[in-house]
């Protein structure tokens, strides 16, 4: 019987530090990572079709660092995925309209 209220005991603490490990740390960069992603996909989107400029150059137009970001064009279309699948994003351009985000 020891023995069950110790697990108990262990499996509590190990709720309440991973609820003030998601409160403290990781809501704030799940945040980040949905907000990076969306501007990433709709600028580069812009820069590639509608400025008509390499990928190269429409990723050095960045101040921040966007290295942790997968960011890939296909068919007129930009995704933008952040690691560990904490958010993605992508950008479709329309002629005549531009880019606009766009569920994934």
Not at 21 to 44: D, G, N, P, R
Request: hydrophobic share 50%; aromatic share 10%.
């Amino acid at each position: 019987m020891k023995f069950v209220k110790v697990i108990f005991v262990l499996l509590v603490a190990a709720a309440i530090s991973a609820g003030a490990f998601w409160q403290f740390y990781l809501k704030e960069q799940h945040a980040f990572a949905q907000l990076a992603t969306a501007y990433s996909a709709k600028m580069v989107c812009s820069c590639r079709f509608v400025a008509e400029r390499e990928m190269a150059s429409c990723l050095g137009d960045f101040t921040d660092d966007i290295s942790q970001l997968s960011i890939t064009e296909n068919d007129h279309t930009i995704k933008s995925k952040a690691p560990l699948g904490l958010s993605k994003d992508m950008a479709a351009f329309e002629p005549g309209l531009g880019c606009t985000l766009v569920k994934p």
